[in-house]
């Protein structure tokens, strides 16, 4: 049986990093073992994506608190022409947006969790919205360079984990009030393309569904030996892993260069890992 | 929960609508009882989301933490759980735009620079230095990193204090008594002090002090700040209140009424961190402002004789009359005696591994304390241990990346990629050989040395490394081709990245580190150790390079030296949180006294060593500030006397004492050499107060 950290909670980040490579998941989440690697450098193209996306979203939650466009503006003003973008397309999208899909209480920045297979799982949402009739919708903000087709996105387990984490944990918000998975509906809102976001509708048969799934993936989990997380099959899940030196899978100049080239393939990797809960920020 | 007390359920089930001052000693069940209510109110259906716990420092949220990880728990929001500082810095960051320029910073359209303590002892650096040279501090003889701590000190206790910055130097003049020549120095330190606060407005810097100042005037009387914290928590669990700061206490009481339930927890007796702003007596103001006052005063932790022991060293720290000591009490308290400190070192592990194979106690129920843990005595009570065959686990909170060999290789390499700081960092034979033994896999230390020589000449000043076709062959065939081919690999790299235009520093350490130190043949390959300390040296330089505001840039070479040279001379010590946070716990632990009084636990047995020290009692060295003067209790304008001084060198020992003894279940051992570590003979008001106890319990002995 596997022991873990005595913090540690299960999220759609870990649980990703497990999907692509048990051995990822055991290094980072069980061992969490530091490793020093290009990721980690402000020169590349991910950290910088990173660093992007941070101000965008803390951006977006200053804007959901209430504080005056103006004065977001004014610091807006002051940030790269990527974040001057993104934020006028984004600001364009929420006005005309306000008396539909933001129509409710807002709640920025939530963190859900709840108990499953003996552990917790938790999700951090970048914007919840409790619409008067009782509609709910889960919004994700995504600033990955070109938007993900719905086929994939459906696979990816933040769209199990978040709507599964809210029909459990929903009561948190809504002070008893009941609400059907149904009425759920998840939408990823793209920098790179801010006027058609990807709309993934929930339903009692998913909820059941990824139920399922989410046990037998956290039972397995739990189950293994320290000695069960062998290394991804799929050497391109190590192309930006933080531990590929350390497990020996080098990735020359010319694989990365090809690797940005397969744009014909979208990657499922959301390289914004500060969707990873903190549980406790000082 | 299991195994609560009448009082503690009492509590627990107390109406949800309650404002609770809850207050006893260490070990009465008050944090257990707080876990309770917690479970109690999410439970009753109060959404986690609604409740904030507040707590002095990270390890005493632990409980909370536990608990709130706990499967069982129903779905739901997340409790939120923060120190005062965290809240401020998270409320600064989300609310900036709303206060920035009310403020009077210069940019206030662009984010803050967070510093930490670290960079801003840089920052602080870079503005005194140059009026060191003019003749500031000039009678002083004082390392220049503790000068520019103890300026931000006085920063950091103003603003607790809620008081303006520009009276730190007036306060400390109004209570000196000594020589003129010191009000001097107050006058130096007020005006650095000033000129570290413009210095931050002009350049959006946030060192701890200024968020603490932006929370207190800014934050908490903005309506819309107001609205979002009322709006978010309707109940507050505030734990060791007595450890916090006033800024804490203040916040508390303005938030109380707004609150639909507050439990607020106070430790008599406790009040450690007066050092660092802890203000009990401020704490304790709040319990008028609580309907409901519980008091617990059963100990969970003590049988008699450990309360008769806990009375007898009360009264001889006290000078009052002490009680008859019950029969038992000579178990209680024992001696590991011994002329010099080696011996009794010795001794002292002898009785550890009596506690342990012989007695049955579970070595994480034995502590090891001393008033401070220095090098030499982790390390040789360490060893001592671990050839004994027991787990051993020390707790210093830190260590400076710099004294690690791995970071100081690190270091010599990124020198030698970038040969024009050699002129402000220089690099010897000595320095490079040890660098070639850590990295070339096979490689021995005379032969890293002979490498070195061959290679390296420290007087060109160039930096450059020979070829290793260039070295003799007889010395060749010494050093062996294999070595030589690594060496070959190492260097190359290292030429090649000269010859290119400078990288931010942490990529260069990222690059060598992947390109080559990691590849087979290197020592660095798969070693956790190695990554570990390069992981947390690359994030120290990241931080020092975030911690440049926009408006004062510097290109990566400038930068990088600028980092090279502020850790070596220590302003920057990179301190890095060891392993020890993620070893078993399974383990005796060796500690300062004042950090396991903070981690909030008992244990059966305590061993304390250097009773003799002064350092139980007195407060350290600090001659450009002072702990009580700046300090909400302190009148202004008042003399701080000698008498002062001896006033709370006696409190401080009878809470330190008083508090350790109740955090420990069945019994203490005093390991004393007459000779203590620096060869001195031992005195000191604990060693008097230990002695007066002994003497007791052995006169009623003999005449028992």
């Known amino acids: 049986m596997l ?6 909670t299960f999220n759609q980040s870990n649980l990703q990093d497990f999907l692509e490579c048990p051995r990822r998941f055991y290094l980072g989440h069980v061992r969490r073992l530091l490793w020093p690697n290009r990721e980690m450098s402000s020169e590349s193209a991910n950290q910088r994506r990173l660093q992007l996306g941070k101000t965008f979203h803390h951006l977006a939650q200053q804007k959901a608190l209430g504080i005056a466009d103006e004065k977001i503006q004014r610091q807006v003003a002051t940030q790269s022409l990527e974040i001057q973008s993104w934020w006028q397309t984004f600001s364009e999208w929420w006005e005309n947006s306000v008396n539909r899909d933001l129509n409710g209480d807002r709640y920025a920045e939530t963190i859900l969790t709840t108990g499953l297979s003996g552990s917790r799982l938790v999700a951090k949402y970048d914007l919840l919205v409790i619409h008067p009739e009782g509609d709910v919708t889960i919004f994700d903000w995504k600033t990955v360079t070109h938007p993900i087709p719905t086929k994939y996105l459906s696979q990816h387990v933040q769209s199990r984990v978040y709507p599964f984490v809210f029909s459990r944990a929903y009561a948190a918000l809504l002070s008893g009030r009941k609400i059907a998975p149904e009425q759920v509906t998840m939408v990823y809102w793209f920098t790179a393309d801010p006027f058609h976001p990807q709309r993934l509708t929930y339903h009692s048969r998913q909820y059941e569904v990824d139920e399922d799934y989410l046990i037998h993936l956290l039972t397995d989990i ?51 890992d500060w969707e990873q809960v903190s549980e406790i920020n000082y | 929960m299991q195994n609560l007390s009448a009082r503690q359920n009492e509590l627990i089930q107390l109406p949800i609508h309650s404002i609770i001052f809850l207050e006893g000693v260490a070990g009465t069940g008050k944090t257990t009882a707080a876990v309770g209510r917690l479970l109690t109110l ?21 409980p909370y933490r536990e608990v709130t990880n706990d499967p069982d728990l129903p779905p739901g929001g997340a409790v939120t759980i923060l120190t005062i500082g965290g809240l401020a810095r998270r409320l600064v960051e989300l ?22 303590l670290e960079t801003a002892q840089y920052f602080m650096a870079k503005l005194v230095r140059p009026l060191l040279e003019k003749g500031y501090f000039a009678s002083l003889s004082l390392d220049p990193n503790r000068l520019y701590s103890q300026i931000l000190d006085n920063l950091n206790k ?19 008594n000594g020589s003129p020549g010191q009000l001097r120095v107050y006058d130096d330190v007020q005006e650095c002090a000033s000129l570290f606060r413009q210095f931050c407005f002009e350049h ?28 978010q928590y309707r109940h507050l669990i505030a734990d060791n209140l007595e450890e916090d700061i006033p800024v804490t206490h203040e916040f508390i009481r303005q938030w109380l009424p707004h609150l639909e339930s507050a439990l607020l927890i106070y430790d008599l007796g406790g009040g450690y961190r007066v050092f660092l702003g802890a203000d009990p007596t401020s704490a304790y103001s709040l319990k008028d402002r609580c309907s409901q006052k519980i008091q617990f005063d059963a100990s969970f932790i003590h049988d008699d004789p450990q309360r008769n022991l806990l009375e007898m060293m009360n009264c001889s720290l006290n000078d009052i009359l002490p009680p008859s000591p019950t029969s038992e009490l000579r178990t209680r308290l024992q001696t590991i005696s011994q002329r010099f400190y080696p011996q009794m070192l010795d001794l002292v592990t002898k009785r550890i591994c009596t506690l342990i194979n012989e007695e049955g106690i579970s070595p994480q129920e034995i502590v090891v304390l001393a008033p401070y843990l220095n090098d030499s005595l982790r390390f040789s009570l360490t060893n001592r241990l671990e050839r004994a065959g027991i787990p051993v686990r020390s707790h210093r909170p830190s260590r400076a990346l710099r004294e690690e060999a791995v970071i100081r290789t690190m270091l010599n390499l990124a020198v030698l990629a970038h040969p024009q700081w050699l002129e402000r960092v220089p690099l010897n034979k000595a320095d490079l050989a040890a660098s070639f033994f850590l990295t070339l896999d096979g490689l021995d230390l005379i032969r890293a040395q002979l490498l070195a020589n061959s290679v390296y000449f420290e007087q060109n000043k160039k930096g450059k490394l020979a070829p290793f076709e260039k070295i003799a062959p007889s010395i060749q065939e010494r050093i062996t081709y294999r070595i030589g081919e690594k060496y070959e690999r190492l260097r190359t790299w290292i030429t090649e990245y000269a010859s290119q235009p400078a990288q931010e520093l942490e990529l260069f350490f990222i690059r060598i580190f992947d390109e080559i130190l990691t590849t ?38 400038e930068s990088g030296l600028e980092y090279i040279q502020m850790l070596q001379e220590g302003v920057i010590a990179a301190q890095y949180l060891r392993s020890w946070e993620r070893e078993a716990s399974e383990a005796v632990f060796l500690a ?43 009148e202004n304008g008042k003399v701080w006397t000698a008498e002062d001084e001896q006033r709370v060198s006696q409190q401080n020992l009878s809470r330190i004492v008083l508090g350790l003894l109740r955090r420990c279940r069945r019994m203490v051992w005093i390991g004393f050499s007459e000779l203590g570590e620096s060869g001195f003979e031992q005195r000191g008001l604990l060693l008097r107060a230990i002695q007066r106890t002994l003497e007791i319990i052995n006169q009623e002995q003999s005449n028992g």
């Open chain 2, 592 to 634: 300062p006294a004042y950090t396991f009084l903070l981690a909030n636990r008992a244990v059966d047995v305590q061993i304390w060593l250097d009773i003799g020290s002064s350092g139980w009692y007195e407060r350290l060295f600090q001659p450009l500030t002072h702990p009580y003067v700046l300090s909400r209790n302190w």
């Open chain 2, 520 to 557: 087979p043949g290197f020592r660095f390959y798969q070693n956790e150790r190695a990554g570990e300390l390069v992981a947390n040296l690359v994030e120290s330089v990241q931080k020092f390079r975030w911690s440049i505001p926009p408006s004062l840039p510097l290109g990566a070479a």
């Open chain 2, 158 to 176: 103003a603003a607790i204090i809620g008081i303006p910055y520009t009276e730190i130097g007036g306060r400390l003049k109004s209570a000196w």
């Open chain 2, 42 to 62: 999410i439970q009753q259906g109060i959404p986690a989301q609604q409740i904030f716990i507040l707590v002095p420092q990270r390890t005493l949220a632990q």
């Open chain 1, 222 to 272: 739990l189950q293994r030996t320290d000695k069960d997380f062998p290394l991804t099959t799929n050497e391109k899940h190590c192309a930006h892993c933080v531990y590929r030196t350390y497990c020996d899978r080098r990735v020359s100049d010319k694989d990365e260069e090809n690797r940005l080239d397969e744009n014909d393939n979208p990657p499922l990797v959301f390289p914004e």
């Open chain 1, 3 to 8: 022991k873990l950290p005595v913090d540690f």
């Open chain 2, 95 to 116: 609310f900036w735009p709303e206060i920035a320029e009310s403020a009077g910073f210069h940019y206030p359209e662009v984010p803050p620079t967070f510093l930490t």
């Open chain 2, 204 to 231: 959006n810097l946030l060192d701890f002090s200024l968020q603490i100042d932006l929370f207190l005037t800014h934050l908490l009387p903005n309506p819309m700040v107001k609205a979002a914290l009322n709006q």
